[in-house]
């Protein structure tokens, strides 16, 4: 079965400081990869999506940037941390095949002072 | 422009009935999704619909009218275990989801 993880699971950095959030599927191959953002109380904001190794799409211009180094793996990343980074970060993958879900993993608090 | 419109918050009894209902104007549609989410955690698939009509799991049922733009999750002899969000999502004309902002429900004894 497929399984997705993600972490860390919190996180507290500084503003200004870097940021690395790795996501990493098993069981299935090519996935359709995302990263989204939910702020408390909302909705999820797609951030980045990825249909292949290197295919990276972005949703949101911001301080963020995604890549794709191998097929199961995804990785979120930031030079500077803003006050307004601060969320649950949340992966998912999904078959890219028409009516299947997306599958979530267990997503990353992110809290920045 | 895209727009998912869910109530913001429902009370209910436990082993009572709810309705939780969701509207969307999307440019294409390519299905809808329910999905669930305990406070503090990810959400989890609970249905998919793209044909208009009522599907059912268990305790739980999705409705679909695409010439209404409206979708409804109904959830029977409630659980306090049930107390979550609940997401509504449409797959668009790339196949990209659309989320509204969920619908926290609250089970009371």
């Known amino acids: 079965s497929q399984t997705i993880h993600q972490w860390p699971a919190t996180l507290v950095q500084p503003v200004g400081s870097p940021l690395s959030l790795e996501c990493t599927v098993e069981?299935?191959?090519?996935?359709?990869l995302y990263w989204y953002r939910q702020a408390a109380g909302r909705g999820l904001q797609l951030l980045f999506y990825?249909?292949?190794?290197?295919?990276i799409s972005s949703e949101v211009p911001q301080n963020l940037s995604a890549s794709r180094p191998q097929d199961r793996q995804f990785i979120l990343s930031s030079k500077k941390l803003l006050l307004s980074d601060s969320g649950f970060y949340l992966c998912a993958w999904s078959s890219g095949v028409e009516g299947q879900p997306q599958h979530f993993g267990d997503g990353t608090r992110l809290s920045i002072l | 422009g895209q727009n998912i419109d869910q109530p913001t918050e429902m009370t209910a009894t436990e082993g009572a009935i709810v309705q939780i209902n969701c509207t969307y104007q999307?440019?294409?549609?390519?299905?809808l999704f329910w999905y669930q989410q305990h406070a503090g955690e990810a959400p989890t698939f609970l249905s998919y619909?793209?044909l208009d009509g009522l599907e059912e799991k268990g305790r739980f049922s999705s409705f679909l009218s695409r010439s209404k733009g409206y979708s409804y999750l109904l959830l029977k002899e409630l659980q306090m275990k049930d107390s979550a969000s609940y997401l509504c999502?449409?797959?668009?004309?790339?196949?990209?989801?659309?989320w509204g902002a969920g619908t926290k429900l609250i089970i009371k004894p």
């Open positions: 999307t440019s294409g549609f390519n299905g």
């Open positions: 999502a449409v797959s668009d004309s790339n196949y990209q989801l659309i």
């Open positions: 990825s249909v292949g190794i290197g295919q």
């Open positions: 069981g299935t191959s090519n996935p359709n």
């Open positions: 619909n793209v």
